[in-house]
């Protein structure tokens, strides 16, 4: 880190070495501070159509832009740049200057013509390329030199921040360059401006090399207003007025020593105007890509650019805002009171302007710098009343047609939105083609009522239709196009009447709502007083559990019998006096259902008692639980009481491994039981034959075991009852012409 310069110039080639001398180190990730620095370079060009600046080696410097002689004098052409980046050592792509600058109404007699300022990020060498218009006759006005600005190191949060600089600002300049903001050609008395060389420096001498202290010895104007007085009752008043109060609250804003002004560049003292009936909102042109952390920086340049460049009195802008939302003092005289500045030519007498940071012409600027252009504005015009969606009244200061081809005739009245562009009142495409069309969104923030607010869910309740239910304690969850900084508050209300009160920032809060029916709502009440109510909820609260009216219970189904598996169909039947969202099956395994389904095919292990047990659930979270057990039992058919010809027969497809047959008519086989549900099971194949079923003594079914494939321990006719009760079940042989036999595997009931 190096806070000491000193300067050596090495033999007539023009090039200056800056050497620096060490001092304490003030951290290994500190910067040393550095005062802000303005160059210029004077371009070549013998013809009158245009003037050049070769590629060359400079100081390192942040923001450029092209100046001539002569403030009212007109650049009718291009004028284009390319630098040298210090961290990457490449070139840039040719970059527009934008010429079409507002002129100031009465400039003083240091004021020159000059580009928009450019922010192209720290670099350290650059070329420049002015040319004429094509068609036109005018030449290219004279003294053009491009001007250069570093930043420097000033405030204290820069130079804490991490990185570091270079060793010296290194000028391997061309023998062209000039270190001072003066216009480097000296003007005819005719130009109507003085100009005065520094420290002896012409357009042809070397530079001598930085030092700690400002380079320029321009004296700002001060008359370099851009709008003309249309009556004594628009006139700037010189004295300091009292700060009206504002309806809203003032946002936070960087005061000009927090963004580290030099105010000994500027000492003239700042004019009022009576009152800011509209604001202009800019852009700066130049990089969208800086960090927000540069934008102190970049206000700093902008800021000596106009000052010891252009020989402005002070920065034209009222107030200056990032892409992250930061609000920077502009022009100095305090941003409670309606300081005249020098921003939309025509107008100034009566409004306030805003830059973006950035270029807006492709690339719209982003919501927290809406945010904050809508805050400023809204509490700028609340200071005089005014209502930043309304529309006011200006009187043209000077005779102009605008972007859009609007023609104004100094000292008349035009109406206006009172948040504008700066198109709208000066020919230009500021504050661009991206950023313009958001105005309406800005005028909206800044003005009330809150945008787009709705409810989106609501926590602890759940929606059956177009009604919510819930046990009792809610969280309202909303959202809002407009940002929380402009919302003064939220409300929750029931059934119309405030619950509950939170932040503007929020975005969720929290009740417990009385047995019933309800509506909810949420009101947002914005910085100015206007509320907004989003769609009204119906919420129950209820804490009615929900009922089984039919207990779950298990009946064997028609399929494959397994020793470990049984076909079973579980049957339930569960209601709510509100609303039944569902069923889950919570063991032997687990399932969900939706409320009108009231069974579902299972299998069941034999031999063993499995508890069944489901729950019951309402859309308001109550909830119950049903859970009887239930074993399904096989009984071989060794087991049955026979008469007539059975057969014994053993294969493992057989359940339990045997089965009977039988081809002899009257046959039977009767099982006795306790339970709830029983089925038959069988082999099948195409010589199967018939079988009469009898349950207590009564014939209820006659079942044919013919099947095309040959199956084996199939249940192919099931009983169930309502409850458990001892039931005999007897098959009878039916002995089929051709095809008597009948193979039985048991039988399976459910106790």
Sequence with gaps: MWLTLGAVVLGGGGVT????????????????????????????????????????????????????????????????????????????????????????????????????????????????????????????????????????????????????????????????????????????????????????????????????????????????????????????????????????????????????????????????????????????????????????????????????????????????????????????????????GAHTYGWNREAAGIAVLGDYTTTSASNAALASIARLAAWKLGQYGADPAGTTQLTAGATQKNYFSTSFTAGSAYTFQRISGHRDGYNTQCPGNSLYPQLPTIRAWAAGPVQGLKVTSLGGATASGSTYYTKGAITAHWKATTPGSLIKSFQLLVDGKTVATTSGTATSVGATLPLGSHTIAVRAVHQSGKTATSSALNVVAETTAPTFTTTPQLSLRAGTVNTSAVPVTLGWKATDDKALQSVKLLSPTTATFNPTTTSSSRTAKSGTATTWSMRAYDYAGNYRTSSPAYTPVILQESSAAKTGTWTSRSSTSYLGGKSYSSASKGADLSWTFTGRSAAWVVSRASSSGQAYVYVDGTKVATVDLKSATTLYRQAIWTKSWSSSAKHTIKIVVVGTSGRPTVTTDGLVYIK
């Design 17 to 340: 070495y800056a050497v620096a001398s060490p001092s304490a180190d003030p951290g290994a990730t500190g910067r040393a501070k550095r005062p802000v620095k303005v160059y210029a370079l004077a371009l070549k060009g013998a013809a009158a159509d245009r003037q050049d600046l070769a590629r060359t080696d400079t100081s390192q410097f942040s923001m450029l832009g092209v100046s001539w002689t002569g403030a009212t004098t007109r650049l009718h052409g291009t004028a284009q740049v390319r630098t040298r980046s210090t961290a990457t050592g490449e070139w840039s792509a040719w970059r527009d200057l934008e010429l079409n600058v507002d002129p100031l109404e009465k400039p003083g007699r240091r004021v020159r013509g000059a580009s928009e300022p450019l922010w192209v990020g720290s670099s350290n060498g650059v070329q420049v390329q002015v040319v004429r218009k094509n068609g036109t006759t005018t030449a290219l006005p004279k003294g053009l030199e491009v001007n250069l600005v570093d930043p420097g190191v000033v405030t204290d949060a820069e130079a804490k921040a991490p990185g570091s600089e270079p060793a010296a600002f290194v000028a391997e300049g061309s023998p062209d360059a000039t270190s001072s903001s003066t216009p480097a050609d000296p003007v005819s008395p005719s130009d109507g401006t003085t100009v005065t060389p520094t420290d002896g420096q012409t357009a042809t001498s070397p530079a001598p090399a930085p030092t700690d202290t400002t380079t320029s010895t321009a004296t700002p104007t001060d008359s370099d207003s851009a709008s003309a007085s249309a009556s004594a009752t628009a006139s700037p008043s010189p004295t300091r007025p009292t700060a009206p109060p504002s309806t809203v609250p003032e946002p936070p804003i960087v005061d000009r020593a927090g963004w580290g002004a030099d105010e000994s560049i500027s000492p003239q003292a700042p004019e009022y105007n009576a009152d800011v009936k509209a604001v202009f909102v800019h852009h700066t042109d130049g990089a969208n890509d800086y960090s927000c952390a540069d934008s102190p920086s970049i206000v700093r340049s902008i800021y000596a650019y106009h000052v010891q460049v252009e020989g402005w009195k002070d920065i034209g802008y009222n107030f200056l805002v990032d892409k992250c939302g930061t609000l920077f003092e502009g022009r100095k005289g305090g941003v409670d009171l309606p300081v005249l």
